[in-house]
């Protein structure tokens, strides 16, 4: 994302869609408010961080989902 407001759209969307992660997709988009309001770093660099973050908890839930599913079966 190459700016704040695709990234707050995109960190909507993906809470929407990942409801039991909202405050932890939240979370992380707060941190990459905080470091780009230093201005120290880029917008660029935070949002993927932010991104990179957020797909990390994501593949966790899904992961625990699929070995519950197996494990269930």
Known sequence: ???QRE???WIVATAKQ???L???IYDAYDLFVTEIEDEEASVQ???ELCISEVM???D???KKYET???TNR
């Open 1 to 3: 994302m190459s700016t």
């Open 7 to 9: 990234l707050r759209n």
């Open 18 to 20: 990942y409801p039991e």
């Open 22 to 24: 909202t405050n932890e």
């Open 45 to 47: 660099h935070e949002s």
């Open 56 to 58: 990390h908890l994501i």
């Open 60 to 62: 966790m839930v899904e």
């Open 68 to 70: 519950n599913t197996t």
